[in-house]
């Protein structure tokens, strides 16, 4: 697994966390703000869950690059990999 992923998951968490910690207390999540209100909470959450979703994504696009060119390399080894052959009957 990819650091890039695990940011990604780190941060759906966050993002579920903050959710519902701001719905029982706003005050808890923006306590620099004076009478801070859910739909900012929401629009926070919201914003760190698509940040979460495009940065799995990003992660998946690159783990499927590195999948096909591990498979080219092996298959560029397999190829130039000597083998013995049965000597042919006379």
């Known amino acids: 697994m990819s650091q890039m992923m695990v940011w ?3 941060l759906f968490v966050l993002s579920i ?12 999540i923006f306590f620099w703000v004076k009478t801070p209100s859910r ?3 929401q629009l926070l959450a919201m914003a760190l869950f698509m940040g979460a979703t495009v940065l799995f994504g990003e992660a ?3 783990k499927e690059k590195e999948q096909q060119l591990a498979k080219v390399e092996a ?12 000597e042919a009957k006379k």
Do not use: R, Y
């Open 8 to 10: 990604s998951i780190n």
């Open 17 to 28: 966390g903050i959710l519902v910690a701001g719905m029982i207390k706003p005050k808890w």
């Open 39 to 41: 739909l900012q909470i």
């Open 60 to 62: 998946n696009i690159a």
């Open 75 to 86: 298959s560029k080894v397999i190829e130039e990999t000597p083998t013995i052959e049965a």
